[in-house]
């Protein structure tokens, strides 16, 4: 089956870039404007989730007393103060914060003739990809402004095969977030998981990042694992 791929789709946070910790650090200083911390612990659990649910995670930690003074508070103004944050934190990104490895891991993919997408829930995927320098790399971006469902639904993984004009059964999902593995297995597409394999171990192939890794290596180990 391997030798039917004809695409890979790249979750964006963690995995081409770590926007991830940027994304942590603007749900800490919104938690901390509303009046309490956020624990470094709740940092796994907002992996992968859109902006609805990571709130609904992140008010979670709120002191009971806080809770019934906020009860009302509009979570869309939340969200959008929190993502006013996030730009903010990446006003300065740039191609030196590409994950090891991953420049040419996605040089090698085209050359090779397979088409390349990013799949991600990020409102602002393409500006950070923009930032990255990388754009002109990519057949396809899906965003969130692409998709109305979040991980572990497939809709996002499914809208970036379709742009490229593949079936999801022909496709590697790269993800680091047991949400974005289990909506990859779910349009049943090939997945990779990027980071731990305890966390990942859902996944076909789990690898710790794309530094020395060959799309030919990688290939083998996803025929190794069918």
């Known amino acids: 089956m391997p030798g039917h791929i004809k ?12 926007t991830a910790k940027y ?15 956020l624990p ?6 907002l992996k992968g989730l859109g902006r609805p649910e990571s709130l609904e995670v992140v008010l ?6 806080l809770a019934e003074i906020q009860q009302d508070m509009d979570p869309v103004i939340l969200t959008d103060r929190k993502n ?5 934190y990446i006003s300065g990104l740039g191609p030196s914060e590409l994950l090891p490895g991953v420049l040419p891991f996605l040089h090698q993919g085209r050359t090779q003739g397979l088409k390349l997408a990013v799949g991600s829930g ?5 500006v950070v990809i923009d930032k990255l320098g990388i754009a002109s790399l990519f057949d396809a971006i899906c ?5 109305t469902r979040s991980k572990p639904d497939p809709e996002v993984f499914e809208c970036a095969a379709a742009k490229m004009g593949c079936e999801p059964q ?3 999902i790269f993800e680091d977030a047991a949400s974005g593995i289990e909506a990859a297995n779910r349009c049943q597409a090939y997945s990779v998981g990027v980071g731990d394999p305890t966390i990942l171990n859902e996944a076909n192939v789990v690898i710790n990042g794309f530094d020395g890794l060959t799309v030919t290596q990688l290939i083998e180990q996803l025929k190794a694992h069918s």
Not at 40 to 45: F, M
Not at 122 to 126: D, F, G, H, Q, V
Request: aromatic residues 14%; hydrophobic residues 35%; charged residues 35%.
């Open 7 to 18: 695409a890979f789709i790249f979750d964006l946070d963690g995995v081409i870039v770590d």
């Open 23 to 37: 994304h942590f650090r603007s749900w800490q200083r919104l938690a901390y404007e509303l009046g309490y911390t």
């Open 40 to 45: 470094e612990s709740a940092n796994d659990r």
């Open 60 to 65: 979670e930690y709120r002191p009971e007393r």
């Open 84 to 88: 006013d944050i996030y730009k903010a």
């Open 122 to 126: 990020s409102k602002n995927a393409r």
């Open 143 to 147: 965003d969130g402004t692409d998709i």
């Open 170 to 172: 022909d496709v590697v």
